[in-house]
């Protein structure tokens, strides 16, 4: 379905509480939050928060962004999700922002968004308790795709089947995982970890080979869609906070993962069983890496960032190149554009999970 232009649906909104946006009322007032942009590696930053809006030129320089995600069909569209203002677009690779008309997204926070590979009009976010969907690029949604009734679990993981459409996973806070097989028509619980879910990922060579981790659980692995499950053993136990996952991303033919972890990263090169650290330029455990990206066609170009710190390799970690990263904020999530591994953003956040 071919996407309309929606900047036109979003100069008519914004109401009170938005004015001039500092964008909330309970967030700092120091502007050096929402996303950074670099076209050159690292070597320079741009501060990408323009909103405009029918009352003026608003910002998210003091915004909190929990999850970023692209458009698999267009790059230039990406999508954010935030801790307490809702949802935010872009059709221009971050030159400016918009919020979508539908009020339940212009406030509140926002963990997942993931857009259909094979349908770029058809998205899914993740708002606190519910699962909402639209297939008419943003204009209307529904939001009964899934309810969670328990209390104080929310939906905080999704991830979209590439190779079987209306297949969809969500993970919850309270370490479920559930399967849709008809686009959340009706799902089925295939995992219970106990832990709250950090990451959902389904390899690229087989959408039957998927990887759920958690903030305090490690990872588990399944090679059949979910129908059975097995705990990842290799080399996490021998390292002091390995179990403890914040992100996952991959290389276009899913030959090498990179981990995220209270230990530091980690590289698998077998689709999770087993994982090796990566030597960095600081002690395994002493800063608090949330953003990091492999380039998709290089396994050995990785970045990552930490208050005020971006670094580099392009050897696979052999050796690093530091720049300084413009935000005291913790980076994270940290994305790299499909089309161009010079291109990247980060979006940073309070320090708070």
């Not at 309270?174 to 009706?186: C, E, F, I, P, Q």
């Not at 998927?210 to 705990?231: A, F, K, N, P, S």
Request: proline share 4%.
């Amino acid at each position: 379905m071919k996407r309309i232009s929606l900047i036109l649906l979003s100069l008519v909104f914004l109401g009170a509480g938005c004015s001039g946006l500092g964008f909330g009322t309970k967030v700092s007032r120091v502007p050096d939050g929402g996303i950074f942009k670099t076209s050159d590696a690292g070597d320079t930053w741009v501060q990408t928060n323009a909103v405009p809006t029918a009352q003026g030129m608003g910002t998210l320089s003091t915004t909190n962004i929990l999850h970023m995600e692209v458009d698999p069909q267009d790059s230039a569209f990406l999508y954010l999700g935030t801790r307490a203002n809702g949802l935010v677009y872009s059709d221009d690779r971050a030159t400016s922002w918009r919020i979508p008309r539908y009020i339940p997204f212009q406030n509140g926070s926002i963990r997942s968004v993931e857009v259909d590979p094979m349908d770029m009009c058809t998205v899914y976010v993740a708002k606190e308790s519910r699962l909402y969907k639209t297939e008419n690029c943003l204009r209307s949604f529904s939001d009964e795709t899934y309810v969670e009734t328990r209390l104080g679990v929310e939906i905080v993981q999704i991830a979209l089947d590439w190779y079987r459409r209306g297949t969809v996973f969500i993970g919850l806070s309270n370490g479920d995982v559930l399967k849709s097989t008809d686009a959340g028509k009706s799902w089925q619980t295939i995992l219970k970890t106990g832990e709250d879910i950090s990451e959902i990922l389904l390899s690229n060579n087989d959408s039957r080979k998927i990887l759920v981790t958690m903030y305090q659980g490690g990872i588990q692995r399944t090679t059949d869609g979910g129908d059975t499950w097995e705990e990842i053993e290799g080399n996490i136990d021998a390292l002091s906070g390995a179990d403890q996952v914040y992100a996952l991303t991959q290389t276009t033919d899913s030959s090498v993962l990179l981990a995220s972890t209270g230990y530091g990263l980690l590289r698998s090169n077998d689709f999770g069983l087993t994982w090796q650290p990566l030597q960095l330029l600081t002690a395994p455990g002493e800063v608090f890496i949330r953003a990091a990206g492999i380039a998709p066609a290089d396994p050995n170009l990785i970045y990552y960032a930490t208050p005020l710190a971006f670094y580099q390799t392009v050897d696979g970690g052999q050796t690093w190149r530091t720049k300084k990263f413009p935000s005291a904020r913790v980076p994270r999530t940290l994305l790299i554009d499909p089309k161009d591994s010079q291109v990247l953003y980060i979006g940073v956040a309070e320090e708070l999970k």
